[in-house]
Nanobody, 124 residues
Framework: QVRLVESGGGLVQAGGSLRLSCAAS????????MAWFRQVPGKERQFVAA????????YYADSVKGRFTISREHAKNTVYLQMNSLKPEDTAVYHC?????????????????WGQGTQVTVSS
C-alpha cells in the first residue's frame, strides 16, 4: 500500500555532505511517522532519525545529532535526510521507513514499510 524509494546516495569525502530523498507513493503517507535507518554488512539495522506525521517533531540518534537533519514535504510525498560533516563511520545503506504510528518511533519493529535503500560511502 505504501511504496518507498530512496535516492541521493553516493561517494563523498569525510567532511562532505549528501542529501537523501525518500519518495512515497501511497496517499496514507501524510498520516505516518517516518524515519531513516542505516545498515552495514554483519550489523543490525540502526536508527538514524525520525519525524512525526505533521513534521513538527524530530528525533536523532546521538551519533548523528547536530550533523543530520530530517524533514518532510507532504505536498511532494517526500522525506529528506540532509547529512553534513560526514564521517567514514556513516558509511552504510540508508533505508527510509514508514510507521503505522503517527508519533515518533525509533525501533525497527515499529515500522511497517521500507524502501530498498541507497548506498552512502564516506572515504577517509
Amino acid at each position: 500500500q505504501v511504496r518507498l524509494v530512496e535516492s541521493g546516495g553516493g561517494l563523498v569525502q569525510a567532511g562532505g555532505s549528501l542529501r537523501l530523498s525518500c519518495a512515497a507513493s501511497g496517499r496514507t503517507f501524510s498520516s505516518n511517522a517516518m524515519a531513516w535507518f542505516r545498515q552495514v554488512p554483519g550489523k543490525e539495522r540502526q536508527f538514524v532519525a525520525a519525524i512525526n506525521w505533521s513534521g513538527g517533531s524530530t528525533y536523532y540518534a546521538d551519533s548523528v545529532k547536530g550533523r543530520f537533519t530530517i524533514s518532510r514535504e507532504h505536498a511532494k510525498n517526500t522525506v529528506y535526510l540532509q547529512m553534513n560533516s560526514l564521517k567514514p563511520e556513516d558509511t552504510a545503506v540508508y533505508h527510509c521507513a514508514a510507521s503505522t504510528y503517527s508519533g515518533i518511533a525509533i525501533n525497527t519493529y515499529e515500522y511497517s514499510y521500507w524502501g530498498q535503500g541507497t548506498q552512502v560511502t564516506v572515504s577517509s
